[in-house]
């Protein structure tokens, strides 16, 4: 569960820092590299649920 969280943390930030040159300063390829990390956050967060789902019904 540690690792997993370390892992969204850190595709988080690299997300963020995507997402804001796109907006801010108009960077096409880093829309890009945001909405690829967009994908990979929602399989995170789908693992992330069901490790949860498993350590509730202990």
Known sequence: MKELFDNIQAKMIEFSKDLNLNVNKGNKSAGVRARKASLELE????????????????
């Open 43 to 58: 399989k995170m967060f789908k693992e992330y649920r069901k490790v949860s789902l498993k350590m509730a019904k202990k």
